[in-house]
């Protein structure tokens, strides 16, 4: 009698099926991955993401400009910065669909083009409906950015590396705005906000090209990072993995988590002028302070969370705990920054609201490639990056509406970064009830192996 195999899949990705039936001839071992080319590839998609959030944020560094040139309210900015986050859910979802199906190192190259394509209408004199028009379509290519950097990383390193790797990639969205700040507000004062657009399509074309000669994801020549810690993720249907505490918190922490980074992309530069008022330059430079504390955080906090699973630290802990503090603190300086006056205490909160959150990205999606058999993990972490896309929608507007209808900028300013804090505070404590890798692995083998059940009958 022959019983029907449960797929389960190792952390490599490495399909195994349990059945009664005598083993088949073992087959070669995969080789183990080459480090520094590990390396390389996440030094690559670090410089991704780095072009990536310079992309997001060229437009806040401009923004005063872009509101004088174009006549713009702070409503109509708002949603300018909004419109960014549209199709930014759909992106999210199509292409990480897709990254089961086309390699990376072609779906990486063409996502990097298409956001070339989408700046060189905006070289010269442009209308408002057109600017709009050029960041939906940047924001629908953008949308699964993250995700999929991560997930290419994440094929390269074991359970044990894999928040380490993220946190790099986390970092290059951080780095990425610590060089543009000063880089592109230099740019658009000495010459015009248009003229930045031409440094991002010279980044945008050498990046591609560099990719498509280094860039590919693990595997693609039989080799498989070798892991000291054992974590076998079950090959389920997406029904039972989306059912899961950890994916739904995860996704509830995202969503929290990038209301932060919404803002601190399409509002931040503006209040740091309009708000408090600094002038562009020195707007640049103190933009840098968040950046640069979100870049280190974010590589100390994968460090953390991977040496807490390699000393045998429950998931629960090292992912979910740890990301969810990062996010609840996050939240309070966010809150807290709006009681201070103008000073040096204002701007180390300022740095901590909007740095901590990011330190916290690399950490939380770890706990996805810990659960999520590998070749689902792309269109999951592509669902995240869409539920987190829906703050990266509503945020700007909620910001923008609330200091345009209030009484003064200042007030408005207050009551939209003290609401933001609180949602953050609440989205992180959540969380922590939800996320547990250990037991939701336990819980996805279980539910397929009662699905298998019918079959084993069938077949006795």
């Known amino acids: 009698m022959h019983a029907a195999g449960v797929p389960i899949v190792s952390s490599e990705g490495t399909t195994m099926t349990q059945t009664t039936a005598p083993p088949i001839a073992a087959t070669s071992p995969p080789k183990p991955t080459n480090k520094r080319r590990a390396w390389i590839v996440v030094g690559l998609l670090v410089l991704f993401m780095l072009i990536n959030h310079a992309d997001k944020s060229v437009i806040a560094f401009a ?19 909004s419109s960014f986050f549209w199709l930014f859910a759909a992106g999210a979802l199509f292409f990480g669909w897709l990254s089961s199906r086309v390699n990376l190192r072609w779906l990486l190259a063409g996502l990097m083009l298409t956001w070339v394509a989408t700046m060189i209408p905006l070289l010269g004199t442009v209308s408002f409906g057109v600017l709009i028009a050029c ?3 940047l924001g629908f290519a953008e949308g699964p950015a993250f995700a999929l950097a991560n997930h290419a990383a994440h094929s390269w390193f074991p359970p044990e590396k894999r928040a380490m790797a993220g946190g790099f990639v986390s970092s290059g969205a951080s780095i990425g705005t610590l060089i543009a700040a000063p880089t592109l507000t230099f740019i658009i004062s000495r010459w015009s906000w248009h003229a930045a657009f031409y440094v991002l399509i010279a980044m945008g074309i050498l990046w591609a090209v560099a990719w498509l000669i280094f860039g590919r994801t693990a595997g693609d020549d039989g080799e498989a990072p070798v892991s000291t810690v054992v974590v076998e ?74 040496r807490l699973v390699a000393r045998g630290v429950s998931r629960r802990i090292a992912r979910g705990y740890l990301s969810a503090v990062l996010v609840a603190g996050a939240g309070l300086s966010m809150a807290g920054f709006t009681f201070l006056q103008q000073g040096m205490p204002q701007l180390i909160l300022i740095a901590l609201a909007f740095s901590l959150n990011t330190a916290a990205f690399g950490v939380a999606l770890s706990a996805i490639a810990d659960v999520v058999q590998a070749k689902k993990r ?39 970064f ?39 009958e069938e077949t006795a």
């Open 233 to 306: 993720t079950v090959d389920a249907p997406y029904k039972a993995i989306l059912k899961t505490g950890t994916v739904v918190g995860i996704a509830i922490l995202m969503f929290s988590s990038y209301w932060s980074t919404t803002l601190k992309i399409a509002w931040l530069p503006v209040y740091l002028q309009e708000g408090l008022g600094y002038d562009t330059a020195t707007t640049g430079q103190l933009m840098m302070l968040p950046y640069g504390l979100a870049a280190i955080g974010a590589i100390a906090a994968g460090w953390f969370s991977g």
């Open 63 to 81: 923004g005063v400009q872009i509101q004088q040139d174009l006549g713009l309210s702070s409503q109509q900015f708002g949603l300018l910065q």
């Open 418 to 456: 003290q609401s933001s804090g609180a949602l953050m505070i609440v989205g992180a404590v959540i969380a922590v009830f939800l996320v547990n890798p250990e037991r939701d692995i336990a819980v996805i083998r279980r539910r397929v192996e009662q699905a298998a059940r019918p079959s084993v």
């Open 378 to 416: 792309g269109m999951v972490l592509g669902m995240l990056s869409a539920v987190a896309s829906i703050s990266g929608m509503v945020a700007p507007l909620v910001l923008g509406f609330a200091v345009g209808s209030s009484v003064d900028k200042i007030t408005g300013y207050a009551i939209g």
């Open 135 to 137: 960041r939906v379509i």
